[in-house]
């Protein structure tokens, strides 16, 4: 039988392991938050119905990405777990199964947006710019979207064994073309036709494609521990329900999301349009912050698993303990931010009065809870990672939807602004009670044992 040597999770010292695989995710992933707001700046300067036409798709492509990051979190997790039990068979058959049902999840949303775009954006506006606009978009990103999903998993396959640099290359390569291509593809500069809202689904398809390409091409080269193979890429049952059993929490999960913002947004409108613009700005300042943490949980889920398999427990608490206490320092910082430059922040977006007086307010508010956000995400995703993705999914549940929308709806009934963003650290504080819960009952089933 082929010996392979013991994988550097299993035995680098974890204050040197965690960072060093933590970083380059992070980079990584404050690049591509930079590339949402760039690509949002872009369409912006066609005309605010072009704006809106992209705005309006925006659910469809975060479930996309909420069905694709979902998926490659059960890859990752399973395969890393699998690597940690030397048992590289199963790994490699976890890492053929996950490109699979990778490539069906794909052809199922270009089905829908071949015949359904038109469809979907005829429910929100009768604009035909809007939905003209819209429909061309969402076809593009549905039907040519295999580049996004075959490039979520390729990043998690290296990201399972370690490997987060090659990760890291991938996904800014992907994030890098897309921003170069935006201004070209949309204004028709040298020498390529103005597609407007279209060129910007285009540039978003190429990056796509580039990262999915050089990721699959990282893999095959620089991953020896995960050996890809096309006549292993059939279904196997077990391993695709190993996957799914923690990949569909984990989609759910970053589903509930949408269904949280599109409450809020409705709590919001009721009061000001102005609110609404405060909410929006909120959620692309946070994405900046929370990003390095989520970074931070990506760099950990490889490492509990990987450990847990081989039964190094002392090993895995060690990595949870370090990413908490990390994490919270983190989202210390952004809280300071939020408390102390609440309008410089605001400025990027050119706010009105209204704007900046609802939002200094909101920003501040808000802005408590997030040491608190710091150990939930990382609590959540380690019992995610030692077999528990229940308690993640009871947690996301309970929080945006039982407690954050109702709270946020309540305080709204008083008529006064200012008390529904204290509906965020209500929720929060109950997260951190369920997700403390949680850990200590997943540390006593899966770690307490000889």
Not at 140 to 150: D, H, Q
Not at 171 to 193: C, E, H, K, R, S
Not at 379 to 391: E, V
Not at 429 to 449: C, G, P, W
């Amino acid at each position: 039988m082929e010996q392979r040597k013991e994988n550097v999770m299993g035995t680098k010292p974890i204050r040197t392991l965690l960072p060093g695989m933590a970083f380059p995710i992070m980079l990584s992933m404050l690049v591509q938050a930079l590339y949402n707001v760039v690509d949002s700046i872009f369409v912006a300067m066609l005309s605010e119905n072009a704006l809106a036409s992209v705005n309006l798709v925006f659910p469809v492509q975060n479930l996309m990405i909420a069905v694709a990051v979902g998926t490659a979190t059960g890859i990752n997790a399973i395969l890393s777990r699998r690597l940690g039990e030397k048992n590289y068979a199963a790994a490699e058959k976890v890492a053929a199964n996950g490109v699979l049902i990778t490539l069906v999840t794909w052809l199922a949303f270009a089905a829908f947006g071949a015949v359904g775009s038109a469809w979907f954006l005829d429910m929100f506006t009768k604009v035909p710019e809007i939905a003209a606009g819209g429909t061309v978009y969402m076809r593009i990103v549905t039907v040519l979207g295999l580049g996004s999903f075959m490039q979520i998993t390729f990043e998690r396959i290296l990201q399972s064994t370690g490997k987060t640099v090659y990760q890291m290359i991938s996904q800014m390569t992907g994030a890098v073309v897309n921003i170069i291509l935006d201004p070209i593809m949309i204004f028709g500069l040298l020498g390529f036709p103005r597609m407007e809202v279209a060129g910007a689904a285009v540039a978003t398809i190429v990056g796509q494609f580039v990262g999915a390409g050089l990721g699959l091409f990282l893999n095959l080269k620089k991953n020896p521990e995960v050996q890809i193979h096309l006549k292993d890429i059939r279904p196997h049952r077990a391993t695709v329900a190993d996957i799914y059993a923690i990949g569909i929490p984990s989609i759910i999960m970053q589903s509930i999301g949408s269904v949280m913002m599109f409450g809020m947004n409705k709590i919001l409108i009721s009061f000001t349009e102005a609110a609404t613009a405060v909410f929006g700005a909120y959620f692309k300042l946070q994405s900046f912050i929370f990003m390095p943490c989520f970074g931070l949980n990506n760099a950990m889920v490889p490492i509990v698993s990987y450990n847990y398999g081989a039964q190094k427990f002392d090993r895995v608490r060690k990595t949870v303990r370090l990413t908490v206490f990390t994490a919270i320092g983190i989202m210390c910082v952004g809280c300071a931010l939020f408390e102390l430059i609440p309008e410089t922040l605001l400025g990027m977006f050119s706010p009105t009065d209204e704007m900046l007086s609802i939002g200094r307010v909101a920003l501040r508010i808000i802005g408590v809870h997030f040491p608190l956000a710091g150990f939930s995400i990382i609590a959540g995703s380690a019992c995610q990672a030692l077999g528990k993705p229940i308690y993640a999914l009871i947690n996301s549940v309970c929080r945006q939807i039982v407690v954050l929308l109702p709270a946020a709806y309540l305080l709204s009934l008083t008529g006064r602004l200012e008390l529904v963003w204290l509906a965020f650290p209500i929720a929060e504080v109950v997260s951190v009670i369920l997700n403390a819960t949680f850990l200590r009952l997943t540390y006593r089933v899966s770690l307490e044992r000889k």
